[in-house]
Structures are given as structure tokens and as C-alpha cells.
């Protein structure tokens, strides 16, 4: 029963480390402020095109004035958006857009709740492994299962979360988007190979592709519409 209630524990703290350590990191150990009234509005605007609903919004004060960032991090009913001030001055509003759906179909699909169950439930594997709760063989055999759906369902609600995204403002506002960051950070969007197969999160170069080719179908399925 001990041994029961401490592998809970541990499943219960690894979740919690997850979902909840981000939020609590970054308020504790980032530079951060409330946004100003004009901020504040030309957020609530981005927000509403977006469908981004969230309980508060801090700015990040970065080193790096360019610094483009934009992130929801926290459990349901605790949701933070985090971003950096440049999002607001430097970039064009479909990118800021583009951005904010992004974060509102991860929300909306609850990745980050899907990732900490994952880890969590890995976890717990282990610890039941190490305590010998459950036999090598059959743990590691579950443990390398779980890991492997994991990896797959993981990508998928990733993909789904963007199209959750494109549905909302647009496929092209967002591959545009995702381009237009990376360009700024002076990086290539990768693709995927088979070392990308361990990843949950599929390669950026990846998700511009699908987002492009949504575009081209819901091009087509208008065209087609109006044709008729």
C-alpha cells in the first residue's frame, strides 16, 4: 500500500511539474510586467481575432529587444500568455495573429495537459520499475509502448492544435507566420527524418508544409463553391 501510494506521488508530482512548473518558472524568474492600457487593448483585439481566451497576460522584458516569444503556459482556469514586447511593436498583426491562434489551438486541443499526462505516466512507469512493483520485462516492454503512442498521438494533437488554428484566421496566416519568426531568428524550418520520430513536437518545416497544403485545399473547396 506504501509502495502504492508512493508511485501515485510521483505520477501526481510529474504532472504537476509539467503543467504547472513552467507558469511558476517563468513568474518567478523572468523579468515581467503588466501591459500597458494601449497594450492591453491592441491585445484584446489580437486575442478576439485569434479566439485566444486566457486569465492573464504578462509581458516578458528580454534582453533582446527583437526577441519574438509568445507562449500560454499553466493549467485550464490558471493560463498565462506570455510574450515579449516586440511581438506588439515589430511585427505585422496577421503575424501577431497567426501567433496567438497558434497558442489558442494548442490551448484549444490541450497539448500541454496531453504532455504532462505522457510524462507523468512515463515516469511513473519507472518509478515502478526501480521499486520492482512491476517486472523488468513487462515494464519495460509497457514503458517502451506507451512511449512510442506517446510520441505519434503527441504529433497528432500538435497537427490538430494548428489546424484548430488555421480554422480561426487562416492556414496561410499562420504558415506566414511561423515563416516570418523563424526568418527573424535566422533559422530554417526543418523538416522531418527519422530521428524526428522520437519527438512529440513535429519539425516547424513540417507543420508549414501541412498548414500549405490545407491552404491549397481550402482554396480549391472555395473555388469549387463558388463555381457553382
Known sequence: MLTVALLLGVVVLAFLAVEVGPLYAADRFRELRGPTGPERAALDELRREAGLDVD?????????????????????????????EAVLTDLDEDVAVGLLAAESGRVGTYYGEFRAVAIAVVVGLLAAIVTATVAFDAGFLALVTIGVASFWVGRRVQYAADDRAADAVGATRVADAFERVAERRDLEPETG????????????????????????????????????
Open 56 to 84: 492573464r497576460v504578462a509581458i516578458v522584458e528580454s534582453a533582446d529587444p527583437d526577441s519574438v516569444d509568445v507562449a500560454v503556459k499553466g493549467p485550464p482556469r490558471r493560463q498565462v500568455l506570455f510574450l515579449t
Open 193 to 228: 527524418d527519422w530521428s524526428t520520430w522520437f519527438e512529440v513536437q513535429p519539425p516547424l518545416g513540417d507543420r508549414i508544409s501541412a498548414l500549405r497544403e490545407r491552404a491549397k485545399s481550402d482554396d480549391t473547396a472555395t473555388d469549387g463553391t463558388d463555381g457553382t
